[in-house]
């Protein structure tokens, strides 16, 4: 089973600060994906990548930006944290085609 | 722009059918996906539909496509508690990297 780990499950950080959320998969899947999922919105997509050290801009890039050094990990960073920021983050994975994707457990962040 | 849209909401009594609809945006979507999301956790793939079928069931879901409308069902029989959670239908339009989803159907399933 393709298995795509979230380093946290519950974050708390203030306004202003440096966060970084990771994301690791381990089934070699070129794509990686992170959303930020808030109630009545569904999921919105932030940034994902198609390979190493690519990026693409999702539909709500602004205030996040993303790293992926190594296929196997993507990060999420928030360089100055707000409190429009306290939301559920998703990573997912997938291969190409038309593979589903398959997601972490996701962090929950809450700037105050 | 066009959105996957669902109903925000479905309550059901325990051991009723439960049916969840789904309305997507690209007719040139291969394949569409119902996930499942349990509280507090990452969301799981159910199923899936080929774009040139009109049914898939496997054990208690099946799911209807009707592509001519762009509508896609999810109904689950017999359902229990433990279906309570939020459904996510979701696409991947050709030749589009990203999967599109709809808002979530959240789904009570009362005693």
């Known amino acids: 089973d393709v298995k795509v780990t979230q380093s946290s499950r519950y974050l708390v950080k203030r306004t202003g600060e440096k966060v970084f959320l990771e994301c690791v998969q381990d089934?070699?899947?070129?794509?990686m994906f992170w959303y930020r999922q808030d109630p009545g919105l569904g999921l919105r997509l932030i940034y994902f990548s198609y390979d190493v050290k690519m990026k693409e801009k999702g539909d709500i890039p602004e205030g996040y930006s993303v790293s992926r050094e190594k296929k196997e990990r993507f990060s999420l960073i928030l360089e100055s944290a707000s409190t429009n920021q306290t939301s559920m983050y998703l990573c997912?994975?997938?291969?190409?085609?038309?593979?589903?994707?398959?997601f972490g457990n996701g962090t929950r962040l809450t700037v105050t | 722009g066009e959105d996957v849209e669902q109903s925000l909401f479905l309550s059901v009594r325990e051991g009723d059918s439960s049916v969840i609809n789904c309305t997507y945006t690209?007719?040139?979507?291969?394949?569409l996906y119902w996930y499942k999301q349990e509280p507090g956790a990452g969301l799981q793939l159910l199923t899936y539909i080929f774009s040139n079928m009109d049914m898939k069931q496997d054990q208690r879901l099946t799911v209807l496509l009707n592509k001519k409308d762009k509508h896609l069902s999810l109904r689950i029989a017999d359902t229990q508690t433990g279906d309570s959670a939020i459904y996510f239908c979701?696409?991947?339009?050709?030749?589009?990297?990203?999967?599109?989803f709809g808002a979530g159907t959240r789904l009570t399933v009362k005693p």
């Open positions: 979701a696409e991947i339009p050709l030749n589009n990297n990203d999967m599109r």
């Open positions: 089934m070699d899947h070129e794509n």
């Open positions: 690209d007719s040139s979507s291969t394949y």
């Open positions: 997912a994975s997938r291969p190409g085609g038309n593979s589903p994707l398959h």
